[in-house]
């Protein structure tokens, strides 16, 4: 059984917050140490944001998305995301009372230009997140279930399909005093289709800013010893919000800059 040395790549790193993806381990870990909730502010009240973002690919492709979040009130959020200039989804967010989703719909655009409805209801519980996704006729036809440690790091992932109770399992280890994880990946007959080792990095963070934010950090699920190091670098408003953030690729011998992403934030008088 083989390490794996893991960095997100810089083409699915866009989706790893898209809500109506099933949930992965690596994508539940990126959300507890780096969510992508570009919509949310430190301080004051917005009334809507546009977020653009280009991501640097191999070759000096770009990949450039156009995100624009409307509040129609503090438990609701109208978003239009775009790809390259092309309008991709059309979502409503609706969250609890601690900024948790809990609904989610979404008029997504797939490969072949058709649309599809997704919906998702949320629940949460002590150490679980329970996502529901709803049909077309209204009927729950896919049940994700995650279940965290004391850390809220996944440990036990079930895909479920609704009705005939088909269940895919995935569970993970954690060995934090040596840094590393086992991910075992169960298929709905209960065989074991993969077994994998990977890096977990608890002391990821090398530096904050005065405001709190993440400047220098490894990532979570590197191999410290590569010495793969990430630079974020920042420009704020008047409300101490970042409008500003540009991501550096440092590996020692090159720094290269892979993301930029600007945040036009219009507040509530």
Same mark, same amino acid.
């Given at each position: 059984?083989?390490?794996?040395?893991?960095?997100?790549?810089?083409?699915?790193?866009?989706?790893?917050?898209?809500?109506?993806?099933?949930?992965?381990?690596?994508?539940?870990?990126?959300?507890?140490?780096?969510?992508?909730?570009?919509?949310? #502010?430190?301080?004051?009240?917005?009334?809507?944001?546009?977020?653009?973002?280009?991501?640097?690919?191999?070759?000096?492709?770009?990949?450039?998305?156009?995100?624009? /979040?409307?509040?129609?009130?503090?438990?609701?959020?109208?978003?239009?995301?775009?790809?390259?200039?092309?309008?991709?989804?059309?979502?409503?967010?609706?969250?609890?009372?601690?900024?948790?989703?809990?609904?989610?719909?979404?008029?997504?655009?797939?490969?072949?230009?058709?649309? /599809?409805?997704?919906?998702?209801?949320?629940? /949460?519980?002590?150490?679980?997140?329970?996502?529901?996704?709803?049909?077309?006729?209204?009927?729950?036809?896919?049940?994700?279930?995650?279940?965290?440690?004391?850390?809220?790091?996944?440990?036990?992932?079930?895909?479920?399909? #609704?009705?005939?109770?088909?269940?895919?399992?995935?569970?993970?280890?954690?060995?934090?005093?040596?840094?590393?994880?086992?991910?075992?990946?169960?298929?709905?007959?209960?065989?074991?289709?993969?077994?994998?080792?990977?890096?977990?990095?608890?002391?990821?963070?090398?530096?904050?800013?005065?405001?709190?934010?993440?400047?220098?950090?490894?990532?979570?699920?590197?191999?410290?010893?590569?010495?793969?190091?990430?630079?974020?670098?920042?420009?704020?408003?008047?409300?101490?919000?970042?409008?500003?953030?540009?991501?550096?690729?440092?590996?020692?011998?090159?720094?290269?800059?892979?993301?930029?992403?600007?945040?036009?934030?219009?507040?509530?008088?």
């Amino acid at each position: 059984m083989k390490i794996i040395f893991f960095i997100i790549s810089l083409t699915t790193v866009s989706f790893l917050q898209a809500q109506e993806q099933e949930p992965t381990v690596y994508s539940e870990i990126f959300d507890n140490y780096s969510p992508r909730n570009y919509y949310r #502010v430190k301080n004051g009240q917005p009334n809507n944001l546009t977020i653009n973002d280009t991501i640097i690919l191999n070759k000096s492709e770009t990949w450039i998305e156009k995100n624009i /979040y409307t509040f129609e009130s503090p438990n609701k959020i109208l978003v239009k995301k775009f790809r390259n200039d092309s309008l991709a989804k059309d979502e409503i967010y609706k969250l609890d009372s601690i900024g948790r989703l809990i609904n989610y719909e979404g008029n997504i655009k797939y490969s072949k230009g058709e649309w /599809y409805i997704t919906r998702l209801n949320f629940t /949460y519980e002590s150490n679980k997140k329970i996502i529901e996704k709803i049909n077309r006729f209204g009927k729950i036809h896919m049940r994700y279930e995650v279940e965290y440690d004391s850390l809220k790091n996944p440990i036990i992932l079930r895909d479920i399909i #609704v009705g005939p109770d088909y269940t895919k399992l995935e569970s993970v280890k954690y060995d934090y005093k040596h840094g590393i994880f086992t991910h075992m990946d169960f298929n709905y007959d209960g065989n074991l289709s993969k077994e994998e080792e990977g890096y977990i990095n608890l002391d990821y963070v090398i530096d904050r800013n005065k405001f709190g934010d993440i400047t220098r950090m490894y990532w979570m699920t590197s191999n410290k010893q590569d010495n793969i190091i990430y630079d974020i670098e920042y420009v704020y408003d008047q409300f101490n919000n970042w409008i500003k953030m540009v991501k550096i690729l440092n590996t020692g011998n090159t720094k290269k800059v892979y993301s930029k992403t600007y945040r036009k934030i219009n507040y509530n008088n």
